[in-house]
């Protein structure tokens, strides 16, 4: 008897430890995805999107999509219904009705922040129809200022019931990405057009009960000779930060290289993270571009909507 | 020494012979075609496969040797993998989707992307008057890596594809970049990397210590290419495959779904129209590539152009070692064919799986400026291949 309860235990061991090493493991892209969210959305001033969304699959889809503002992480929510592999496109400022022959309607949207989308299927639909969409978001301004950027995708794992509550643990959903290594120029103090930003976003959401997450965002810094630095901010719901005003590790006077490797963790929850790169080339102009990280590692989140 | 039983054997047959040949001496030889006697008999004993005559059909002969490469590394069964060995969420194979396009469904799996990676492939590496690019590699682990690299780029028909080679060696976490149109030599870091040019792509493949499957899967890199005078920047994260064993480095890395991850079957874009004044283009590579014999690879492009209406259309192409094509070339992606601002395209290799992504040229914004941005793929299906390192 001891021997079985030994046997049991050592079984569910390997269990966990597998569970484990399930747990810790960041979210594949690029691929047909279940819950996409794009990290920034914007259109105030001179900054408009244009927002792009597909449907990867050879079946209709009905996708539920929220606008997410600061600071309370409040906005709009419309369905988009896409027929087998279309594509569908707007103006964020513009919003659009009717595109394709099923009806779509997308509010406007005015400001800055984040937009989530979720595949929404019908009953008993397998795996194939819920990872079913793709998207990206095209950022533009005055002076051919372009940011684009693709959505994080997040695959579902195992066949279901559709819910309002996503469990994004590594079992029904892939988790978010626990770490962003991101490369970067450093920026030189004293000159604007080479301040590169940081885009930063909860990566829990609870929409029903308008619950803004905020967690404190850790940045550890590798210049080109291995020389490790470090820095810190915060984040609620979404922001937009100069990496040389949050800390001067970032420009070329204190990393001593043109370039740095940083690695973006949350501290009580997960993030969205990207980087907007700006540089001067060396012939002088101001160049602008998305800067898309690498990902390391998962960490659990919840997302609930109404 | 023959057997006496062959000795009786062949006595009996002289006698017979000898008496066999009598009559035919009171027959006119004038009167015997011999010829046609001869092609009779050789006919039949050819229907008894006995003929003595020798046969119209050509003697087989040994196959001249094929430029096939012969995988000296061949991996042995000793890699043979375990699944328990990969626990990952990774989503199990969906059905196929059957009536994708007219493409039918996608086999295998395809690569996942953003991930610590063994072998980066960037599609578009670019150093001329007007442009250079920023090429700059990470170590994502605590260890240190050995680096391959290879800058390719199409040298015409008679000379294939054109290639340099380097080798880097990172530290821990350590990040590196440099110019392409300049490279680099860094005493303080040892790293050096050597200038390129023209238009091509760069593969890097980790070389590790140890066999470690964490040891090679090591790297990320991006590229960022910019026009010098105006800023225009296409800025682009590297295609990457991860090891799927441990093992050393192969040299021949076996692109496989097995060794290593398998190359997309098909890329999916969400690309805009073109209209005058705004032209995207089409960067692609095959994702095979033979860096020991300098082989250019030539293989058609299918595509099928799905417009916001999903109304197909399709065209095709042909490519070889490395292309960038204006989407001019195609009318099938122009705003008066399709009739809607964007498209869904989706392209498929038919010699060898592709890798590639869509630079996107528009005016917009309220001056009309033009912009542009990297438009990296959707990745579906695997198909296997093979990058072999000299």
């Known amino acids: 008897m001891r021997s079985l309860s030994l046997l049991i235990a050592t079984a569910l061991g390997v269990v966990a430890l597998a569970t484990t090493a399930a747990l810790a493991t960041s979210p594949a892209q690029r691929l047909p995805s279940a819950i996409i969210m794009y990290p920034n959305i914007r259109a105030e001033g001179d900054f408009d999107t244009r927002v792009e969304m597909v449907n990867l699959t050879s079946r209709d889809q009905v996708v539920k999509c929220h606008y997410l503002k600061p600071p309370l992480c409040s906005g709009s929510d419309f369905i988009v219904r896409l027929t087998p592999n279309q594509p569908i496109s707007w103006m964020a400022s513009e919003g659009t009705i009717g595109a394709g022959f099923r009806p779509v309607a997308v509010p406007p949207f005015f400001g800055e922040g984040t937009l989530k989308c979720f595949v929404t299927p019908e009953d008993d639909a397998g795996l194939d129809h819920q990872n079913a969409i793709q998207g990206r978001a095209i950022v533009y301004g005055r002076d051919g200022y372009t940011e684009s950027f693709g959505a994080i995708g997040i695959e579902r794992l195992t066949p279901g019931d559709f819910s309002t509550t996503f469990e994004l643990d590594g079992v029904t959903y892939a988790q978010c990405p626990d770490e962003y290594h991101f490369t970067f120029i450093a920026s030189e103090l004293g000159n604007p057009d080479t301040e590169s930003e940081i885009i930063l976003s909860t990566c829990d959401e609870d929409l029903e009960n308008l619950l803004a997450a905020s967690t404190v965002v850790q940045f550890q810094i590798i210049n080109e000779f291995e020389q490790m630095l470090s820095a810190s901010t915060s984040v609620r719901c979404y922001d937009r930060q100069v990496l040389s005003r949050i800390n001067s590790v970032f420009s070329f006077e204190s990393l001593g290289t043109p370039t740095g490797q940083v690695i973006v963790r949350g501290v009580s929850g997960a993030v969205i993270a990207v980087i907007v790169d700006k540089f001067e080339t060396p012939g002088g102009a101001a160049a602008v571009a998305g800067n898309e990280p690498a990902l390391s590692r998962g960490r659990a989140a919840r997302i609930r909507i109404p | 020494m023959k057997a006496p039983w062959m000795r009786r054997i062949a006595a009996a047959l002289l006698v017979c012979f000898a008496c066999a040949g009598a009559p035919a001496r009171a027959v006119e030889i004038d009167d015997v075609d011999w010829s046609a006697v001869l092609r009779a008999l050789g006919i039949a004993l050819d229907s008894w496969r006995l003929s003595p005559f020798p046969r119209m059909t050509p003697t087989p002969t040994v196959p001249p040797p094929t430029s096939t490469p012969i995988p000296t590394d061949t991996p042995t069964s000793t890699n043979t993998p375990t699944r328990t060995l990969t626990f990952t969420p990774t989503p199990i194979p969906t059905e196929p989707q059957a009536g994708q396009l007219s493409f039918g469904p996608a086999p295998g799996l395809a690569p996942p992307q953003r991930l610590a990676s063994a072998l980066l492939i960037f599609p578009y590496i670019v150093h001329n008057s007007s442009a250079d690019t920023r090429v700059t590699l990470i170590n994502m682990t605590n260890r240190d890596i050995g680096v391959n690299c290879f800058f390719v780029r199409d040298a015409g028909p008679v000379l294939g594809c054109f290639e340099i080679g380097f080798r880097v060696n990172l530290t821990p976490l350590q990040p590196f970049s440099?110019?392409?149109?300049?490279?680099?030599?860094?005493?303080?870091?040892?790293?050096?990397?050597?200038?390129?040019?023209?238009?091509?792509?760069?593969?890097?493949?980790?070389?590790?210590?140890?066999?470690?499957?964490?040891?090679?899967?090591?790297?990320?890199?991006?590229?960022?290419?910019?026009?010098?005078?105006?800023?225009?920047?296409?800025?682009?994260?590297?295609v990457g495959f991860q090891r799927r064993v441990p093992g050393s480095f192969p040299g021949s890395i076996p692109l496989d779904g097995f060794t290593y991850d398998q190359c997309p079957e098909r890329l999916h874009f969400q690309v805009l129209s073109h209209q005058s004044g705004s032209v995207s283009s089409l960067v692609l590579t095959p994702c095979e590539q033979d860096l020991l014999r300098q082989l250019s690879i030539s293989t058609v492009v299918q595509m099928q152009i799905v417009n916001e209406f999903e109304q197909v259309f399709s065209s095709s192409t042909r490519f070889a070692c490395h292309a960038v094509i204006p989407f001019t070339k195609f009318s099938t992606l122009g705003r008066a064919t399709l009739g809607t601002d964007t498209a869904h395209l989706v392209l498929r290799g038919v010699s060898s799986p592709l890798v590639g992504m869509v630079i996107d040229r528009f005016r917009g914004g309220p001056d009309n400026s033009t912009h542009i941005s990297a438009n990296d793929p959707y990745l579906e299906g695997g198909m296997p291949s093979t990058v072999i390192f000299p």
């Open chain 2, 178 to 238: 440099w110019f392409a149109g300049e490279g680099t030599n860094n005493p303080l870091t040892f790293t050096a990397a050597p200038p390129f040019d023209g238009v091509g792509e760069l593969r890097c493949a980790v070389d590790p210590e140890v066999p470690d499957l964490d040891a090679h899967n090591a790297l990320q890199g991006r590229a960022t290419v910019f026009e010098d005078s105006s800023g225009d920047t296409v800025a682009y994260g590297a």
